[in-house]
């Protein structure tokens, strides 16, 4: 019955950028039993108004991730909108299956979207490995990107990693 909504990205490179999702996420056919913030990094922004069938809001992106983490009291039936200045969304709550948990809705910009999941509980995992094998392009020098996206939004991220595939004779 946990369900996370999230907003990110912003309008342009440079001086622009700044993307206002101010809005609403609302429910029909199921009632939001809690709300928490997800990922808030500015003090002005954030839940504005509370009931069991909607949470308004305030928010601003400038590249970064906001979002909403709810408790429904049934999330397996209904549907939930986003209503934002930046655009609007519909997702029918079962078709976030074991499956396909997961809804993304792109809105332009640089990596503007909006992103409906299902979420865990309680965190079961707490290590990961992974490898990749990858095949740089012949005669290029080809940057390598690693990121990691906690439950929590904090993220982390290295330095490129550069393969030089190029003929040095």
Same mark, same amino acid.
């Given at each position: 019955?946990?369900?996370?909504?999230?907003?990110?990205?912003?309008?342009?490179?440079?001086?622009?950028?700044?993307?206002?999702?101010?809005?609403?996420?609302?429910?029909?056919?199921?009632?939001?039993?809690?709300?928490?913030?997800?990922?808030? =990094?500015? +003090?002005? *922004?954030?839940?504005?108004?509370?009931?069991?069938?909607?949470?308004?809001? %305030?928010?601003?992106? /400038?590249? $970064?991730?906001?979002?909403? =983490?709810? +408790?429904? *009291?049934?999330?397996?039936?209904?549907?939930?909108?986003?209503?934002?200045? %930046?655009?609007?969304? /519909?997702? $029918?709550?079962?078709?976030?299956?074991?499956?396909?948990?997961?809804?993304?809705?792109?809105?332009?910009?640089?990596?503007?979207?909006?992103?409906?999941?299902?979420?865990?509980?309680?965190?079961?995992?707490?290590?990961?490995?992974?490898?990749?094998?990858?095949?740089?392009?012949?005669?290029?020098?080809?940057?390598?990107?690693?990121?990691?996206?906690?439950?929590?939004?904090?993220?982390?991220?290295?330095?490129?990693?550069?393969?030089?595939?190029?003929?040095?004779?």
């Amino acid at each position: 019955n946990h369900i996370r909504v999230s907003w990110q990205g912003s309008r342009e490179r440079g001086r622009q950028r700044r993307v206002t999702w101010d809005g609403v996420v609302r429910t029909e056919g199921c009632r939001i039993e809690a709300a928490a913030l997800f990922s808030f =990094d500015v +003090v002005a *922004d954030g839940i504005t108004e509370e009931s069991a069938t909607h949470i308004a809001f %305030a928010s601003k992106t /400038t590249g $970064d991730r906001d979002g909403l =983490d709810l +408790v429904l *009291d049934d999330a397996s039936r209904g549907a939930l909108v986003f209503e934002s200045a %930046a655009g609007t969304v /519909t997702v $029918d709550l079962a078709e976030l299956t074991d499956d396909m948990p997961r809804r993304a809705f792109d809105f332009g910009g640089v990596d503007m979207q909006v992103v409906v999941e299902r979420y865990p509980i309680d965190v079961t995992t707490q290590t990961l490995a992974l490898t990749q094998t990858v095949q740089p392009q012949p005669g290029k020098l080809t940057p390598y990107f690693v990121k990691a996206t906690q439950v929590d939004g904090h993220m982390a991220w290295a330095s490129p990693i550069y393969v030089d595939n190029r003929s040095h004779g």
